[in-house]
């Protein structure tokens, strides 16, 4: 991964409503960066420069049924990083509104890690 392709979620709430938003239907989901760029400006969505306008954006949907075991698998190069060294970089809401504006203490950085891959993957990032 280079670094000028990257995407930083400036709004979450804003981001979140517009995945609820391509879920339900209410709003189709933009095939490119350019409509991606369009439904979510920078102030909520940052997409690097080395992502072209042109560039497919993909989306991994669930199986058909909710009564079927399911994963999200994340693209290895989504996780071929480790764990910075440091305090785990959790996104800046989580200190907000889970922890009262207290950083939260992590001792075990990769365990937590893990954790979260297994959390998103397995919930499926709800």
């Known amino acids: 991964m280079t670094e000028d392709r ?5 709004d979450w709430v804003r981001f979140g409503q517009q995945i609820e938003a391509w879920s339900r239907g209410t709003i189709q989901p933009p095939d ?3 409509g991606l760029k369009t439904q979510l400006p920078n102030d909520v969505l940052e997409i690097g420069p ?3 306008d042109d560039s497919k954006v993909h989306y991994c949907r669930p199986p058909a049924t909710s009564q079927q075991v399911s994963f999200v698998i994340p693209h290895k190069d989504d996780i071929e990083d ?7 970089p959790l ?3 989580y200190s907000t509104m889970a922890f009262g504006d207290a950083a939260p203490v992590i ?3 990769d365990a937590f890690r893990s954790c979260r891959i297994a959390d ?3 919930n ?3």
């Open 124 to 126: 499926k990032c709800m």
């Open 91 to 93: 996104p800046s809401f």
């Open 50 to 52: 080395g992502y072209a």
């Open 32 to 34: 490119t960066i350019a």
């Open 6 to 10: 990257y995407m930083i979620i400036h």
């Open 107 to 109: 001792a075990d950085r």
């Open 82 to 88: 480790g764990v910075p060294s440091g305090s785990y």
């Open 120 to 122: 998103y993957s397995g």
